[in-house]
């Protein structure tokens, strides 16, 4: 019998918390009822595995109470929800976190759940679940029928519906997200598909569903069976079966009688269910049965069933190919005020403040489904595809059927580990139990559910305590109903004795009293009402009155009558961890304490041994014997050794050992008789305790030691020794060998843990009677060796056994004869000795010892001709059973060299999970080679490995992820990841000196503030000019010269500088392309964060007294701040990054409504205009309008409004570029006229409307088309795009302004679809693109481009406004023809195609020739001979033929001029021309390269172009010519250099940006938006961007850049401004920025970058830096002498460098010991001196340079500080060595540690010499040493060897030290080793057992040799070991 805790009168918590929250007349009515009304329910749960606390959930009608709490400490109210309707249950279930998965199971996946658990609280009402989230989170899923029941899974939640009249909807559901969709639950009852369908059996009811294992029983009231079903996923051919049948048909009247409330069910069987029958079918029977209680979405009116038309099924189908919650979930989306009370609402997510509500699957009104009716047609069903299958496993047999479904049902686990179903069937007082064995399927690696036999056992009721493994069976024998009995599985453990319940007879005690007492404090208390004791500890406050009457009847303990009647049980609930809830007859509650099978670690590892080496049976018994001596009725406060000396008196009994000997036998413990303590009546008088104490204790062995006393002979005097006798009468005694073997190979794993060497030696007092019984004086002889005080304590015990007992166990004996010694096995494996056997390996048992010899096999085992090191000759499986045949398989490692070992080691490692936790708790000497194969590693390792392996190296610097590092990167530290702190934190506080109106949201904040550009630029305030550069929301400066005001009247001054203030916003209109440029991808903003669009201000002011200025006095353009608004809008949308979530209509609607720096110049809040237009380009840009609905897109569309169509039509085909969608294709072919169908040709119709379409959105929708089909060379866009070039002007007026900028685009539009393809065009060979663009090129007569596939223009009539004639008009053409020819041919190298873009070489031909066309042809020249371009001046002039440069840069009245008839004026514009081309040409090819060879080119010709104009020269170009020549130098310039922020292209765009006043006739707007550009590309993206090269980039920049800017605001008449923003598409990011640990701070570092050529060329960078296009690179490498290398190499790890370019990830670095970083010193000088630490005057402030280790640290600053030699001095006071003595040694380890980067060999260190002092109770530590001594450093690297892993000096005095204490042998010790060599003593007889045990260690010693007289040195050289033998001899003298 065992007894349980103390039981407390169990209320629950919810009730006592609603009490105090209701009135008080509620509260008066049920103060001390302590029973549950009927419709209260209430659960108790723990969520969490390593959470104790428990959870209760209390219903009361439509209340739910969440509290928790741990026992009588504590307990607190969580939430309280309150629902509409009455709760009919609550429950705790985990959710995946993904709910993107099929709707079927993936064929290959297994059944396992992915991603991570959220746990949540659902709470079932009558026709909805409500779902809540631990975070907060809510969810509403409402369900078309009454719910009768829900129960969890595995996999999702089931629905039990109630009873229909209809036999076709299925009677079961699954949920397996909450916003996922129900689907119908499938059954297979057979092997065969005939066997499988939707569960429709009305008759079949669960009884129980779990979850591990994955199971349910479920019952079938027409046949009275129990079923054991498997629950899993639906595997693919089982959800083809279901979807392949017909479909349900029913004709009108079968339609119209359903919605009457009666169904006909077709004449086709089919097992398919789509969702318009199903659901249909379910809304109209639950509406006839229960309209008024469905929820309120389902209600039109509130007293009739709704009514809906005859067609509603195809609403609920779900079309092909789209997702079902589009239609369900995301229709009926609602955001309604929650009625959580509690705590403050949290959004759904991470960052709303609203919840939402989203109620699934309703019966949708014609007004909610009236978007889709047009859309989808009832043909386009889809079969409701099941997600879970049931397959049945077990059915009862048919004799054995019950005439009532069980009352409950679990799932238990008994202590084998088996599992077994059982169900307890109520009318029969039965519970019948099933075995079920797990197995895995190799094919799926899913597990496999074998039912076996049942069995049965007798009960009343059942519960299953899961903390303990065990049934609690409620007995029905007894009339009381007391009576409780344990099981494991179907073994019997034992009577469970309740105290103070079961009261014998005539006592009279009661509960009575305790319980209103109880109550009575309660009901005052704040939410720590009474609750269950935690802990097996019996109540300290009420007497033990069971134990107290059962051995004192004169005691009277209570006043109640003897005839009151006793409490019995009348059920058991609730199990939760080992506590229980009685339910008594006075349906009172009672909740006790099950006590636990054992505390103690070692006794749990020693029954785990057991179960190891007994049968199933004999395991069961031992345990069930211990467990009812361990927890008998009585005192029971065991502490660990208390319960190890039980554990150990009852094994020994068992086994055979005579009780009455053993000091603690079994009687005296299982006795609850307890000697009652008697009062000392002299306090003076000492004690035999007292003086036990004082020899045990510390200062005794101290003493003992400095005096050389042995403490084992004075203060433990040798008694006579106590021998057990041990007798064959135990059933158990012929496993006594079994049990010893397990034991002590548990005892040598236990030795693999410094921390478990206290248990390792109370294990010896188990071991010692074993081995003695068995007489294997080897097993004691080791145990002596480890242990040798154990021996001379009084509980030590020798088993005695007869000889003729001691022969019936030979056979096992003669095997584990020799015993195993683990340090022995590892020692002589690492001095690589012969091995005899391997060491035996017992699962369960010595896992540890398993891993540790595979790891020393790796490093030091035998390798074969093969380099194979086989594991299994040193460690193997132990059989127990000999000559079985059965062959472990082998296990080899491939061990070529040392340093594969090692690398071998570690990824072994890491693959068992070993930590760096788990190798700290290793013994010093034994992790001495695993550390040192560590640290061998963590210098340079391989860049492949797992995130497990880099960690267990301390390289987390190396990991794949972010999240391997253990220090997270803070948001200040990685700014360029996330922008939008230092936003936040200016926008609230302000920065530096500038005040808020200074900067007031310029759109720059959150890229300005940067700790990037303190590394970057440290030196000037480059990045703050470039704020003020940039800025547009601020009122510029007008000023004017003093000289200019004289002799102005106030009007003519005010109109003065209202010109001046028009000039200078010519300069600001041009700002935002720059603007954007800066601040690119730089913002993630939220669902509930708006993005503002800065304030684009044109007005100005005085600045000497700030008087405002407008434009109102002059005329001023109409609409000249339209497009810079659009502008203004593009830049704010490009900083959206394209990782950023939720960008959708709806943020975008909430961005323009909320955060608003100033509103759209005559634009409403509501209206669409330029600047939303902007907005809308650079989402599309960025690729975010991919996200837009088709629905969004259209109602833009219509809206009429050209810069939002424009911005529509570029950034949708932007978006699909490359895809060729054709979706995207129909919406822009509505504004290409060749595109559009023919009845639309002339009015474009657009919604079905006749519109005119805009100019500019038609040359938007070219180039929408070109990026469509980029690359993709399709035939009938080539030919239509090409025919778009030469489009003629008309019809009427039609096509007449902006001709040059519609055939730019369409010439462009061409080159994007044949990029690159040139003349591999085989199915375009026809066109002859070539000739014909050609010929739009150079001019002549019109051709007729008729094809088979080119629709006809359908012209009306010719223009009205230009007359062009038969001739092509080169002027419209040429640059589109250009530029297409260019990108055709890029990097062809057709050398055919370059000779047409050569310039002509005489006068004649320059005239036929614009000048501005030379620089297209030659930038196309450029682009076909790609690969000649070189970035020097030969190779720009090169371009120019010799004729032009001869007269070029000259006048005519020169000395050197030869004639008179040369056309200065052509020649000059000519050589402009070319040479601003061929810049072009270099500016690309080396764009974001910062080639200096490229930037000094083009820096010296744009400084002779500014030196050019003011000079005579310039007059003949022209200055126009110059200005634009100037502006593609300067771009070019600036793309080189892209990223870098050079100060001397900054300075150049600087002064080019103050020409706006002087220059004003030729510093046009496009001028100034050239130069922003430029100062843009230099600081694009924050820094974190460049420029690629790859020819989708090229054609991007060609576009962007194209070298003809606007004259003012509006002009788009040569190029579309909307195209400068495409230098997007070229963008890639490229900043590589190390970050330090582990202060996570960015740092400066030398890489090494090896380019992927022939040659493998290298070079140095700085980082942070940009490195080049990783498509050029093979290898990056952190090569610094400061930092642990790093490599990124193409071939291993190159995506991890790609993710931190991206910013997904982070590169971490690490800093070596002893330098500092380049920030702190930038010379290096301080850093050379760190090699000079020494140890002599080590100090800790010198250490911290060294290592942050912060273990270390402590040292120094406690141990080796001036101010702290006293504390030092008091904590090494008891150490034997003097206090300088000690702190030297300190110095020389911290001084070989750190200097050496070892600072995980401090600890180490320390724990060796501190045990090399301490060799007096144990020789464990001398082991170690032993490991330290015999370490190999003789084959280690040369490498190495200059900086030791091992101070070969610091051993060899450790040597020293130990040899030199064994010198001279006293005569004492000398006859006492002489003695133990003979074999003629015992271990208690030993004097100097200490000495002499650590003697016969460290010189490994043989074993005692009794049955040999002649001298122990003789029989060693006998033997061959003459060393041993020498050494012996000088011990003993001889």
């Known amino acids: ?879 127990w059973v000999e000559h079985t045949g059965r062959v472990s398989l082998p296990f080899n490692v491939v061990v070529p060299n040392e340093e594969r070992r090692q690398i071998a080691l570690v990824l072994k490692m890491s693959s068992c999970g070993w930590t760096r936790e788990d190798l700290n708790a290793l013994p010093a000497g034994i992790g001495l080679p695993l550390r040192y194969a560590l640290f061998r590693c963590q210098l340079d390792p391989p860049t492949d490995w797992p995130d497990e392996a880099y960690k267990l190296i301390n390289r987390q610097d190396m990991c794949q992820s972010s999240a391997g590092c253990t220090v997270q990167v803070s948001p200040s530290t990685a700014p360029e990841l996330n922008l939008k702190i230092e936003a936040q934190r200016s926008k609230t506080a302000g920065s530096g000196g500038n005040s808020k109106d200074d900067h007031a949201e310029d759109g720059m904040e959150e890229v300005i503030e940067l700790p990037i550009w303190k590394l970057l630029f440290p030196r000037d305030h480059r990045i703050q000019e470039i704020r003020r550069l940039l800025g547009s929301s601020r009122p510029v400066a007008v000023v004017l010269p003093a000289s200019q005001q004289q002799g102005l009247s106030e009007h003519e001054l005010i109109e003065e500088r209202e010109k001046q203030l028009l000039v200078l916003c010519i300069r600001v209109m041009a700002l935002s392309v720059g603007r954007g440029m800066l601040t690119l991808h730089t913002a993630t903003p939220t669902v509930t964060e708006t993005l503002s669009i800065p304030k684009l201000c044109l007005n100005g002011k005085t600045p000497h007294n700030g008087a405002a200025v407008d434009m109102t006095h002059i005329d001023v353009p109409a609409n000249m701040s339209l497009w810079p608004q659009f502008h203004n809008g593009v830049g704010a949308g490009l900083r959206v990054s394209p990782d950023t979530k939720y960008v959708d209509s709806n943020w975008i609607n909430l961005s323009r409504g909320g955060n608003r720096s100033g509103p759209a110049v005559g634009s409403a809040p509501g209206e669409l205009n330029a600047e939303v237009a902007g907005f809308l380009l650079g989402l599309g840009i960025t690729g975010h309008l991919n996200k837009f609905s088709d629905l969004v897109i259209h109602e833009h569309l219509n809206r009429d409004h050209e810069m939002t169509q424009l911005a529509l039509v570029l950034g949708l085909g932007i978006g699909k570029r490359g895809s060729m969608e054709a979706d995207t294709l129909r919406i822009i072919s509505v504004y290409v006229e060749s595109l559009s169908p023919a009845s639309s040709s002339s009015s474009n119709g657009c919604g079905g409307g006749s519109i005119e379409v805009p100019q500019n959105v038609r040359v938007a929708a070219l180039m929408s088309i070109g990026f469509l089909y980029q690359g993709s060379a399709h035939r009938y866009m080539t030919e239509v795009l090409l025919a778009e070039i030469d489009r003629p002007p008309g019809p009427e007026m039609d096509n007449c302004v902006d001709r040059e900028s519609y055939s730019l685009s369409a010439g462009l539009a061409l080159g994007l679809v044949t990029l690159g393809q040139g003349g591999q065009m085989t199915g375009l060979a026809d066109l002859r693109l070539a000739d014909t663009l050609y010929h739009f090129m150079v001019g002549g007569t019109k051709r007729n481009f008729n094809t088979s596939n080119a629709r006809p223009r359908s012209m009306t009539s010719a223009s009205y406004q230009i007359r062009e004639g038969n001739t092509v008009n080169v002027d419209v053409t040429a640059p589109g023809a250009i530029l297409a020819l260019g990108l055709m041919f890029h990097r062809t190298n057709n050398a055919a195609a370059a000779k047409w873009m050569e310039a002509p070489d005489s006068q004649q031909l320059l005239d036929s020739i614009r000048p501005d066309f030379l620089l297209l042809r030659t930038l196309a020249r450029g682009l076909i001979l790609w690969d000649d371009v070189m970035p020097t001046r030969d190779w720009v002039e090169s371009n120019v033929p010799p004729n032009i440069r001869r007269y070029s840069l000259r006048n005519p009245g020169d000395p050197d001029s030869q004639s008179q008839q040369v056309d200065y004026e052509t020649m000059n514009q000519a050589f402009y021309n070319i040479m601003a081309g061929s810049c072009f040409v270099l500016g690309l090819k080396f764009a974001g390269s910062a080639n200096a060879d490229a930037f000094n080119t083009l820096y010296r010709y744009s400084k002779v172009l500014i030196s050019l104009s003011g000079r005579s020269v310039a007059e003949w170009a022209g200055k126009a010519t110059l200005e634009a020549c100037l502006n593609t130098l300067v771009l070019s310039l600036s793309m080189v250099m892209a990223g870098t922020g050079d100060l001397q292209v900054l300075r150049l765009c600087r002064h080019l940006r103050l020409r706006s006043g002087t220059f004003s006739n030729v510093v046009t707007y496009g001028s100034h938006m050239a130069t922003h550009m430029a100062l843009g590309f230099l600081y694009m993206g924050g820094g974190r961007l460049s420029l690629s090269t790859s020819p989708e980039a090229i054609a991007a920049l060609v576009c962007a850049c194209y070298p003809k800017f606007p004259t003012h605001s509006n002009d788009n008449r040569y190029h579309l401004q909307a195209l400068r923003h495409l230098y997007v598409l070229a963008t890639q990011p490229r900043l590589l920025m190390p970050i330090e640990m582990p202060n996570m701070q960015p740092c400066y570092t030398n890489l090494q970058v090896v380019f992927n050529d022939a040659d493998s060329s290298s070079f140095q960078l700085r980082a942070p830096c940009l490195l080049p296009e990783l498509r050029f690179l093979q290898r990056v490498q952190l090569f610094d002498p400061r930092y642990r290398s790093i490599v990124f190499d193409r071939q291993h790890n190159w995506s991890k460098l790609e993710c931190i370019l991206q910013g997904k990830d982070h590169l971490i670095v690490q800093r070596k010991a002893g330098c500092l970083s380049y920030t702190e010193d930038p010379t290096g000088l301080a850093s050379l001196a760190t090699p000079t630490l020494s140890a002599w005057a080590i100090r800790a402030s010198t250490v911290a340079n060294f290592t942050t280790d912060k273990f270390v640290i402590f040292l120094c600053r406690h141990f080796l500080g001036a101010s702290d030699r006293g504390q030092s001095q008091i904590l090494i006071e008891q150490e034997s060595k003097p206090l300088e003595t000690q702190l030297r040694l300190l110095s020389l380890i911290l001084n070989d540690c750190v200097v050496n980067e070892k600072t995980e060999m401090v600890k180490p260190w320390l724990q060796l010499l501190h045990k090399s002092d301490q060799r007096d109770s144990s020789t464990l530590p001398l082991w170690q040493l032993k490991f330290l001594i015999n370490f190999p450093t003789k084959n280690l690297p040369a490498s190495v060897n200059s900086t030791p892993f091992i101070d070969p000096e610091m051993v060899l005095a450790l040597r020293h030290e130990l040899e030199s204490s064994w010198d001279h042998l006293d005569t004492e010790l000398r006859t006492s080793l002489n003695t133990y060599l003979s074999g003629r003593d015992t271990p208690r007889e030993r004097s100097q057992s200490v000495k002499l045990a650590n003697l016969t260690v460290f010189y490994d010693l043989p074993m005692p040799m009794p049955e040999l007289d002649s001298d122990p040195v003789s029989l060693l050289l006998q033997s061959g070991d003459q060393k041993l033998a020498a050494r012996l001899a000088i011990l003993l003298h001889l």
């Not at 979930?329 to 989203?358: D, V, Y």
């Not at 009155?545 to 609930?573: E, G, K, W, Y």
């Not at 050992?657 to 009652?676: G, Q, R």
């Not at 030795?751 to 478990?756: C, G, P, S, T, V």
Request: contains cysteine; charged residues 20%; negative net charge.
């Open 1 to 879: 019998m065992i007894a349980a805790g103390e039981p407390q009168v169990y209320i629950p918590h919810g009730k006592q918390i609603l009490e105090q929250y209701e009135s008080s007349s509620y509260r008066r009515t049920s103060a001390f009822n302590t029973s549950l009304e009927s419709q209260d329910v209430y659960t108790l749960s723990t969520l969490g595995i390593e959470n104790e606390e428990e959870t209760e959930v209390y219903i009361h009608e439509n209340t739910v109470v969440w509290s928790r709490g741990y026992g009588e400490v504590y307990w607190e109210l969580v939430k309280k929800y309150i629902c509409d309707g009455p709760v009919q249950q609550a429950l705790w279930f985990d959710f995946d976190e993904n709910p993107n998965r099929p709707a079927s199971a993936n064929l290959m996946a297994t059944n396992k759940p992915l991603g991570r658990k959220i746990p949540s609280l659902c709470i079932v009402e009558k026709s909805k679940v409500t779902i809540h989230t631990r975070d907060g989170d809510e969810y509403i899923c409402a369900v078309p029928y009454e719910i009768h029941r829900v129960w969890p899974t595995r996999f999702g939640l089931i629905f039990e519906n109630c009873q229909t009249s209809n036999p076709e909807i299925p009677n079961w559901f699954s949920l397996y997200h909450p916003l996922e969709e129900i689907v119908p639950v499938a059954l297979r009852d057979g092997v065969d598909r005939d066997h499988l369908n939707f569960a429709k059996d009305k008759k079949l009811k669960f009884v129980f569903t779990g979850a591990d294992p994955s199971i349910c029983v479920t019952y079938n009231e027409d046949t009275g069976l129990h079923s054991i079903w498997l629950i899993r996923k639906a595997e693919a051919d089982e959800s083809l079966c279901m979807s392949v049948s017909n479909k349900v048909t029913a004709n009108p009247s079968a339609n119209q009688s359903a919605f009457s409330g009666t169904f006909i069910p077709s004449n086709v069987a089919s097992p398919s269910l789509s969702r318009s029958f199903a659901l249909s079918q379910i809304y109209n029977t639950s509406f006839q049965q229960s309209p008024a209680n469905l929820p309120s979405i389902f209600n039109t009116t509130a007293n009739k069933t709704p009514k809906f038309d005859l067609d509603l099924s195809h609403r609920f189908n779900t079309p092909k190919g789209s997702k079902s919650y589009a239609h369900f979930a995301m229709s009926s989306l609602q955001f309604n005020q929650s009625k959580i009370s509690g705590s403050p609402l949290r959004r759904m997510g991470s960052n709303s403040r609203t919840s939402a509500i989203l109620a699934r699957t309703p019966v949708p009104s014609p007004s909610a489904s009236s978007l889709f009716n047009e859309l989808e047609s009832p043909d386009d069903e889809e079969p409701l595809l099941p997600d879970l299958c049931l397959q049945v496993l077990w059915t009862e047999d048919t004799k054995k059927s019950s005439s009532s479904s069980a009352i409950k049902a679990f799932v238990a686990v008994d202590w084998l580990g088996k599992s077994c179903v059982c169900w307890l069937l109520d009318d029969e007082k039965m519970l019948r139990c099933v075995d079920l064995k797990v197995t895995e399927n190799r094919n799926t690696g899913n597990p496999l559910y074998i039912c076996c036999a049942p069995w049965t056992i007798p009960a009343k009721d059942a519960e299953y305590i899961p903390g303990l493994k065990a049934i609690l069976v409620l007995d029905p024998v007894l009339s009381d109903g007391n009576s409780l009995t344990l099981y494991s599985g179907n073994t019997k453990l034992a009577k469970v004795h309740v105290p103070n319940c079961s009261p014998p007879s005539g006592t009279g005690i009661s509960l009575s009293i305790q319980r209103l007492s109880l109550e009575a404090s309660s009901s005052n208390s704040k939410f720590i009402p009474s609750t269950p004791l935690n802990s097996s500890r019996r109540s300290s406050l009420m007497p033990d009155l069971t134990s107290s009457i059962m051995h004192d009847s004169s005691v009277t303990l209570s006043p109640i009558p003897a005839s009151s009647p006793p409490l019995s049980f009348r059920t058991l609930q609730d199990a939760v961890g080992r506590q229980v809830t009685l339910k008594c007859s006075d349906r009172s509650l009672l909740r006790t304490l099950l006590p636990p099978l054992c505390t103690s670690a070692l006794v749990e590892r020693c029954l785990s041994s057991l179960r190891a080496a007994l049968p199933s049976d004999i395991y069961l018994a031992v345990a069930s014997k211990f467990y009812c001596v361990r927890n008998a009725p009585g005192p029971s406060d065991f502490s660990p050794p208390a319960e190890f000396d039980a554990f150990r008196s009852t094994l020994l009994t068992l086994l055979g050992f005579d009780a009455k000997s053993l000091d603690v036998s079994i009687s005296s413990i299982a006795s609850p008789i307890v000697e009652s303590k008697k009062s000392r009546t002299n306090l003076e008088e000492g004690a035999n305790e007292d003086w036990q104490y004082l020899v045990e204790s510390q200062y005794a062995r101290i003493f003992s030691q400095s005096l050389g006393l042995d403490t084992s002979r004075i203060f433990n005097p040798i008694g006579q020794q106590s021998m057990v006798q041990v007798t064959n009468d135990s059933p158990y005694f012929t496993y006594l060998p079994h049990v010893l073997l397990v034991l002590h190979l548990l005892f040598e794993d236990l030795k693999l843990d410094a921390l478990l060497w206290n248990d390792a030696q109370l294990l010896v007092t188990l071991l010692i009677p074993l081995a003695s019984a068995l007489n294997l004086t080897q097993y004691c002889d080791s145990y002596w060796r480890d242990f040798p005080l154990v021996w001379n304590t009084a509980n030590i015990k020798l088993g005695v056994l007869q000889p003729t007992d001691l022969d019936k166990l030979q056979g096992m004996i003669q095997r584990i004869e020799v015993p195993s010694n683990i340090h022995s096995h590892l020692l002589a494996l690492m001095s690589q000795k012969k091995i005899h056997s391997p060491y035996p390996h017992v699962k369960l048992v010595n896992t540890r010892s398993r891993d540790i010899i595979t790891l020393f096999a790796i490093l030091y085992g035998r390798a074969d001709e093969h380099h194979l090191v086989s594991v299994h000759e040193y460690v193997r499986d132990f059989e």
